[in-house]
């Protein structure tokens, strides 16, 4: 079954097509840093992760930018607050966002243009869009797009233009704002008292760029004036993405991304994670209770990318349920030969994912196989692993469990216990071992040995 996705331009499923064959060029909004990312921000990314693991598996070549955003309103004013240089500021929430990047077993991506590194390309575009006419100078020096003069504004977020003409009056010079403020938004900020130390003096003025020129500028400087597909949370789809398309495609004059990819959001007691709203939670919180990064991963893919997601301590403890059991069989299995992966659930699972990233039911595909008593181990083996390189729930890093002597020891003498029939004494050895750090599940086929 052909790739399919859901296409927020349109607000339709689609067929995936690329635009080359040799190359599909995935562009996905990153971090701002100016504060360790919260959960719902990683849920973006793992949805990104997911939908660049499908195109793998459907052997296109993916070529992957994520931005950093180390300039704007918030790294601004956040470095200020802490009296840190700006550079030194970002760096730091940069080399976090790497490291979760990694315990949540996220493939890096192939660039990570920073905003700083990319002024020149940020004026060059500016320049286009005033000589074009679609944007222009106001009297403090700012420089922002006028969305009376682009005629598609608002495709994306499916605006209303009538109502956009009548009530887009004025200019926005802040990077977010609410739908029925659209209007004028700013390319370019002059520089003002507040910017304190961070400016570019270019062509343009003394100054510093908004936000949205500039994912454009580095989506089309690392990937191509068109580009495959764009991915973000719900949320950026209006301001940020419409910016972004407004911007781009009236200076170059064509599309900018073909598809159009967002994820919902994360919820916590039914309201946005959000950090405005006070009520986030980052990877550290949740490793802090003794949750694994990775039980946060599979809880994400236990919902649709297009679903919101409740995230509650009770959801994160089943996933991390889950995920142990998993880890469980693979230690299990651990030691027996690889086998063939079963196509018949290997294409029941890859149908799934091309099904518009069905994870949900591609998980239950995980589950199928390791219940399946007809299935070889060797062969169940091969199928989660084959599995787990779009799930990356690092299943490929389970080792065999090393016992060590004196706990086998302990494990043969309560077997000995039980099967005399001397139960006391087989609970004195279970705790013994218990205390060693390992306990015991008794099964059909003998005493299993786990880690506690
Ligand atoms: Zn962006």
């Known amino acids: 079954m052909a790739l399919k996705l859901f296409n927020t331009l349109g607000r339709e499923l689609q067929e995936f097509t690329p635009l080359h064959p040799s190359q599909v060029g995935l562009y996905t909004c990153g971090p701002t840093v100016y504060d360790y990312p919260h959960l719902g921000n990683y849920r973006s990314y793992l949805f990104a992760d997911l939908l660049r693991r499908v195109l793998k598996a459907n052997n296109y070549q993916v070529k992957h930018v994520m931005n950093i955003t180390d300039v704007d309103d918030k790294t601004i004013?956040?470095?200020?607050?802490?009296?840190?240089?700006?550079?030194?500021?970002?760096?730091?929430?940069?080399?976090?966002?790497?490291?979760?990047?990694?315990?949540?077993?996220?493939?890096?991506?192939?660039?990570?243009?920073?905003?700083?590194?990319?002024?020149?390309?940020?004026?060059?575009?500016?320049?286009?869009?005033?000589?074009?006419?679609?944007?222009?100078?106001?009297?403090?020096?700012?420089?922002?797009?006028?969305?009376?003069?682009?005629?598609?504004?608002?495709?994306?977020?499916?605006?209303?233009?009538?109502?956009?003409?009548?009530?887009?009056?004025?200019?926005?010079?802040?990077d977010e704002y609410e739908k029925d403020s659209a209007r004028d938004f700013a390319l370019w900020k002059a520089w003002d008292k507040s910017d304190g130390e961070i400016f570019w003096q270019t062509s343009l003025g003394k100054?510093?760029?908004?936000?949205?020129?500039?994912?454009?500028?580095?989506?089309?400087?690392?990937?191509?004036?068109?580009?495959?597909?764009?991915?973000?949370?719900?949320?950026?789809?209006?301001?940020?993405?419409?910016?972004?398309?407004?911007?781009?495609?009236?200076?170059?004059?064509k599309p900018l991304a073909k598809y159009w990819l967002h994820n919902e959001w994360l919820l916590v007691e039914g309201k946005k994670m959000a950090k405005s709203a006070g009520n986030f939670y980052t990877l550290r919180n949740i490793i802090d209770q003794g949750y694994a990064p990775l039980a946060y991963r599979y809880l994400t893919l236990t919902a649709h990318y297009r679903k919101q997601l409740n995230f509650t301590w009770e959801s994160l403890t089943a996933a991390q349920t889950a995920l142990n059991k998993l880890e469980d069989i693979m230690r299990d299995l651990a030691g027996s030969e690889l086998g063939e992966v079963n196509e018949k659930y290997h294409q029941q699972f890859i149908t799934s994912l091309n099904d518009d990233l069905n994870a949900p039911q591609a998980l239950a595909t995980v589950w199928e196989v390791v219940n399946d008593a007809a299935l070889s181990p060797a062969e169940k083996k091969a199928t989660l692993l084959d599995f787990d390189q779009i799930l990356g729930l690092g299943l490929d890093q389970i080792k065999p469990l090393e016992i060590p002597a004196e706990v086998q020891k302990l494990v043969e003498e309560r077997e000995t216990a039980r099967k005399s029939g001397d139960f006391s004494a087989s609970d004195t050895i279970r705790d013994q071992i218990e205390k060693l750090g390992f306990k015991i599940d008794d099964s059909p086929t003998g005493p299993k040995i786990r880690q506690k």
């Open 77 to 174: 004013k956040r470095s200020q607050d802490e009296k840190k240089g700006l550079k030194e500021f970002t760096q730091f929430y940069t080399e976090r966002f790497f490291s979760d990047r990694d315990a949540l077993n996220i493939l890096p991506a192939d660039l990570y243009p920073q905003a700083s590194d990319y002024l020149d390309q940020m004026v060059a575009l500016i320049e286009r869009l005033l000589q074009a006419g679609y944007a222009y100078k106001s009297d403090d020096g700012s420089v922002y797009f006028s969305i009376a003069k682009d005629k598609a504004y608002g495709k994306l977020a499916q605006l209303n233009l009538n109502e956009l003409t009548t009530n887009a009056s004025g200019r926005m010079k802040t």
């Open 207 to 253: 100054g510093r760029p908004g936000w949205h020129i500039e994912c454009s500028a580095m989506s089309m400087a690392n990937l191509s004036e068109s580009f495959d597909l764009h991915t973000g949370g719900v949320d950026n789809i209006f301001p940020h993405h419409e910016n972004e398309i407004a911007q781009s495609e009236c200076a170059t004059n």
